[in-house]
């Protein structure tokens, strides 16, 4: 079965270093999607992509944010300048039109 | 403000025992709600999509019943097994893809 997968599955980083985090959305879906779950914490929207460009951020999403589909596979989340509050789990999903949503198995980013 | 809320927060229960899991969610114009297991450090798995038009759906010893004017949905685990423990979330879709989750169920079977 098709998966969602995500690289790395975990970074560390100095704080005000950039990041890119990696996902491989499957292959025919066409609405690709970033979360973030603080430890502890609910998992939280942080930005959608259709049709390559950004169809909805929140208000976590800011301008050190930034996505991508470089290659018409892969689906990138940029930090500019990470933040320790960055510290996170990632989560890239995509799905084929609005119904389940497919995760991959996360990102865990430690920002020092 | 669209918030979705999961009681109880956590869950211990032996083996064998049948399991109710609720959430509820403050503005009922949702699109749909879906069921999220996640094990510890671990991903999210779908558990179960319920659309807005419908009143619950089945999958296994799993069951997901939606009541939108109440703005309720519960995840009934029959017959409940050691393998079942993780954090089960409820999420919902409005009228934009992005899915609001809830906190979470943290749920522990002891053999």
């Known amino acids: 079965e098709p998966e969602v997968t995500q690289t790395p599955s975990h970074q560390v980083t100095q704080m005000g270093q950039e990041v890119i985090l990696r996902c491989v959305p499957i292959?025919?879906?066409?609405?690709f999607y970033w979360y973030r779950q603080i430890l502890g914490q609910k998992v939280e929207f942080l930005v959608s992509?259709?049709?390559?460009?950004?169809?909805?951020k929140s208000e976590i999403f800011d301008d050190q944010f930034s996505v991508e589909r470089p290659d018409g596979s892969n689906f990138t989340l940029k930090i500019r300048s990470t933040k320790l509050e960055d510290s996170a789990m990632y989560f890239c999903?995509?799905?084929?039109?609005?119904?389940?949503?497919?995760f991959g198995p996360g990102t865990r980013l430690l920002v020092l | 403000k669209q918030e979705v809320t999961q009681i109880p927060a956590a869950l211990s229960v032996p083996e064998g025992e049948n399991l109710v899991l609720n959430c509820s969610f403050t503005?009922?114009?949702?699109?749909?709600l879906q069921w999220f297991r996640q094990d510890p450090g671990k991903g999210l798995t779908s558990l179960l999509l319920?659309?807005?038009?419908?009143r619950e759906q089945t999958s296994g010893r799993l069951n997901a019943s939606l009541d939108k004017s109440s703005g309720r949905s519960t995840l009934y685990i029959a017959a409940s097994q050691p393998g079942d423990s993780a954090t089960y979330l409820c999420?919902?879709?409005?009228?934009?893809?992005?899915?609001?989750f809830g906190t979470g169920t943290r749920l522990q079977v002891f053999p």
């Open positions: 319920i659309q807005s038009s419908q």
């Open positions: 292959s025919n879906h066409l609405y």
């Open positions: 999903a995509s799905l084929p039109r609005r119904e389940t949503q497919y």
């Open positions: 999420a919902v879709m409005y009228n934009t893809d992005k899915l609001i």
């Open positions: 992509f259709y049709n390559n460009e950004i169809s909805e």
């Open positions: 503005d009922s114009a949702i699109y749909n």
